[in-house]
Protein backbone atom coordinates (compact mmCIF):
# COMPACT_ATOMS: atom_id res chain seq x y z
CA UNK A 1 0.00 0.00 0.00
CA UNK A 2 1.33 3.48 -1.03
CA UNK A 3 1.19 6.65 0.84
CA UNK A 4 -0.60 9.46 -0.83
CA UNK A 5 0.47 13.43 -0.78
CA UNK A 6 -1.90 14.68 2.07
CA UNK A 7 -5.38 16.72 0.62
CA UNK A 8 -4.87 19.43 2.11
CA UNK A 9 -8.31 18.28 4.05
CA UNK A 10 -6.72 17.68 7.17
CA UNK A 11 -3.44 19.86 7.92
CA UNK A 12 0.06 18.15 9.07
CA UNK A 13 3.25 19.15 9.32
CA UNK A 14 5.38 20.35 6.87
CA UNK A 15 7.83 17.29 5.17
CA UNK A 16 11.20 17.14 7.18
CA UNK A 17 13.55 18.25 4.67
CA UNK A 18 16.51 15.49 3.01
CA UNK A 19 20.33 16.25 3.67
CA UNK A 20 22.27 15.12 0.88
CA UNK A 21 26.39 15.36 0.53
CA UNK A 22 27.06 17.73 -1.87
CA UNK A 23 29.84 15.81 -3.04
CA UNK A 24 29.78 12.30 -2.06
CA UNK A 25 33.13 10.27 -1.85
CA UNK A 26 32.85 7.41 -4.36
CA UNK A 27 34.39 3.80 -4.82
CA UNK A 28 36.33 4.71 -8.34
CA UNK A 29 38.26 7.91 -6.56
CA UNK A 30 39.31 6.01 -3.46
CA UNK A 31 40.69 2.79 -5.58
CA UNK A 32 42.83 5.69 -7.92
CA UNK A 33 44.18 7.58 -4.96
CA UNK A 34 45.09 4.54 -3.45
CA UNK A 35 46.71 2.65 -6.67
CA UNK A 36 48.27 6.19 -7.02
CA UNK A 37 49.67 5.94 -4.10
CA UNK A 38 50.75 2.61 -3.56
CA UNK A 39 52.71 3.14 -6.73
CA UNK A 40 54.36 6.44 -5.51
CA UNK A 41 55.74 4.40 -2.48
CA UNK A 42 57.21 1.64 -4.82
CA UNK A 43 58.69 4.24 -6.84
CA UNK A 44 60.16 5.91 -3.65
CA UNK A 45 61.24 2.56 -2.03
CA UNK A 46 63.29 1.46 -5.48
CA UNK A 47 65.46 4.47 -4.78
CA UNK A 48 66.58 3.19 -1.29
CA UNK A 49 70.00 1.24 -1.21
CA UNK A 50 70.08 0.07 2.58
CA UNK A 51 67.57 -0.50 5.11
CA UNK A 52 67.85 3.24 6.87
CA UNK A 53 67.90 4.99 3.29
CA UNK A 54 64.50 2.76 2.60
CA UNK A 55 63.08 4.05 6.09
CA UNK A 56 63.90 7.21 5.66
CA UNK A 57 62.44 7.57 1.90
CA UNK A 58 59.37 6.07 2.88
CA UNK A 59 58.63 8.65 5.87
CA UNK A 60 59.24 11.34 3.28
CA UNK A 61 56.69 9.54 1.21
CA UNK A 62 54.25 9.00 3.68
CA UNK A 63 54.46 12.76 4.83
CA UNK A 64 53.92 14.01 1.06
CA UNK A 65 51.17 11.76 0.28
CA UNK A 66 49.96 13.12 3.99
CA UNK A 67 49.87 16.57 2.57
CA UNK A 68 48.73 15.59 -0.59
CA UNK A 69 45.77 14.01 0.87
CA UNK A 70 44.95 17.10 2.91
CA UNK A 71 45.42 19.19 -0.39
CA UNK A 72 42.58 17.20 -1.54
CA UNK A 73 40.42 16.85 1.24
CA UNK A 74 40.45 20.95 1.11
CA UNK A 75 40.55 21.97 -3.00
CA UNK A 76 39.94 18.70 -4.34
CA UNK A 77 38.06 14.92 -4.92
CA UNK A 78 37.46 13.92 -1.41
CA UNK A 79 37.46 10.17 -2.52
CA UNK A 80 41.05 10.52 -3.73
CA UNK A 81 41.78 11.71 -0.60
CA UNK A 82 40.74 9.50 1.21
CA UNK A 83 42.62 7.10 -0.88
CA UNK A 84 45.97 8.68 -0.62
CA UNK A 85 45.15 8.95 3.39
CA UNK A 86 44.75 5.11 3.59
CA UNK A 87 47.49 3.73 0.87
CA UNK A 88 49.80 6.05 2.64
CA UNK A 89 49.09 4.85 6.63
CA UNK A 90 49.44 1.32 5.05
CA UNK A 91 52.76 1.76 3.47
CA UNK A 92 54.08 3.50 6.53
CA UNK A 93 52.49 0.64 8.67
CA UNK A 94 54.73 -1.73 6.00
CA UNK A 95 57.75 -0.36 6.55
CA UNK A 96 57.46 0.21 10.37
CA UNK A 97 57.21 -3.75 9.93
CA UNK A 98 59.69 -4.56 8.41
CA UNK A 99 62.12 -2.27 10.31
CA UNK A 100 61.06 -3.76 13.53
CA UNK A 101 61.14 -7.26 11.98
CA UNK A 102 64.49 -6.64 10.99
CA UNK A 103 65.70 -4.88 14.35
CA UNK A 104 64.25 -8.16 16.24
CA UNK A 105 66.16 -10.40 13.84
CA UNK A 106 69.43 -8.74 13.00
CA UNK A 107 69.82 -5.44 15.06
CA UNK A 108 69.29 -1.87 15.07
CA UNK A 109 68.92 -1.27 11.47
CA UNK A 110 69.12 2.46 11.39
Same mark, same amino acid.
Given at each position: ???????? =? +????? #?????????? !?? @??? %?? *?????????????? =? +????? #?????????? !?? @??? %?? *??????????????????????????????????????????
Amino acid at each position: MQSAAPSG =L +FPSRP #RRPTFREPHP !VR @VPA %VA *AGAVLTLAWQVLVA =L +FATSM #RGLFLLMVMA !VV @VAS %VV *AGLLLRFGDRGAAVGVAVAAALGGSVTAGIAAARWLTLGWPL
